[in-house]
């Protein structure tokens, strides 16, 4: 059984400081997602990562998978207020997607 | 780029009233959707996989008889949640992919409040 584990799940981050979110995986996955959900809102797909050593950056956001580890993780640079959400992580295999937990992240001055 | 249509995106009703949530996509078809539950600060927990043309999938624990969910073509899931109870007010968020490797696509999600 596929289980997807996320730390931390709660994150107070201070502007302009950089972070890394963790996500674990249990079993082989073909894919890892990772998705933004603000209050009241539904998912925002953020970054897919389909195999090792893969690597994707959109702004202040950076996603990278290391298969082996059965990690990816999402370094944020720069924290900014506009980032302050809850992350998701979600990998899959020969499943329909497992999510983690999620990531609250608030960013504060 | 793709969308997921889902509507209505909020519904409020007395208990033992049946609520029908739609799940569509709009540029692209889909013969497999996917049904979600998600609680206030939890993550999403899938309770069904929706399948164009055949019985839908349930994961341990949800009610098939409850949640019945008819995907009777590829651009288009429901879910009808009968006999509602409070204990059933949640977020429901559907999604679909366009293919192997493709994101999934994330509807607005439905806000269910059962009185």
């Known amino acids: 059984e596929l289980k997807v584990e996320q730390n931390p799940l709660f994150l107070s981050m201070q502007e302009e400081k950089n972070y890394t979110i963790y996500c674990n995986y249990s079993?082989?996955?073909?894919?890892l997602y990772w998705y933004r959900q603000d209050p009241g809102k539904s998912l925002e797909s953020l970054f897919v990562?389909?195999?090792?050593?893969a690597v994707k950056q959109e702004g202040r956001l950076m996603a990278s998978l290391d298969t082996k580890a059965r990690l990816s993780t999402l370094h944020i640079t720069a924290a900014v207020h506009d980032l302050s959400a809850t992350y998701f992580c979600?990998?899959?295999?020969?499943?329909?997607?497992?999510f983690g937990k999620g990531t609250r992240l608030s960013v504060i001055a | 780029g793709a969308v997921v249509s889902q509507h209505p995106s909020w519904v409020i009703c007395k208990s033992g009233t049946s609520v029908k949530i739609e799940c569509r996509s709009l540029?692209?078809?889909?013969?497999?959707m996917f049904w979600y539950r998600q609680f206030p600060k939890q993550s999403l927990m899938l309770m069904a996989t929706?399948?164009?043309?055949?019985?839908?999938?349930?994961e341990q624990g949800v009610e098939k008889d409850k949640f019945l969910i008819n995907h009777a073509s590829l651009t288009l899931s429901t879910l009808t949640v009968t006999s509602a109870h409070p204990e059933d007010s949640s977020f429901y968020i559907c999604?679909?992919?366009?293919?192997?490797?493709?994101?999934?696509?994330f509807g607005d999600g439905t806000r269910l409040s059962i009185l």
């Open positions: 979600a990998a899959s295999g020969n499943t329909p997607l497992v």
């Open positions: 990562l389909l195999s090792n050593g």
């Open positions: 999604s679909a992919n366009q293919g192997t490797g493709q994101p999934q696509h």
């Open positions: 079993t082989t996955s073909d894919r």
């Open positions: 540029d692209f078809q889909a013969t497999t």
């Open positions: 929706s399948n164009e043309g055949s019985k839908a999938t349930y």
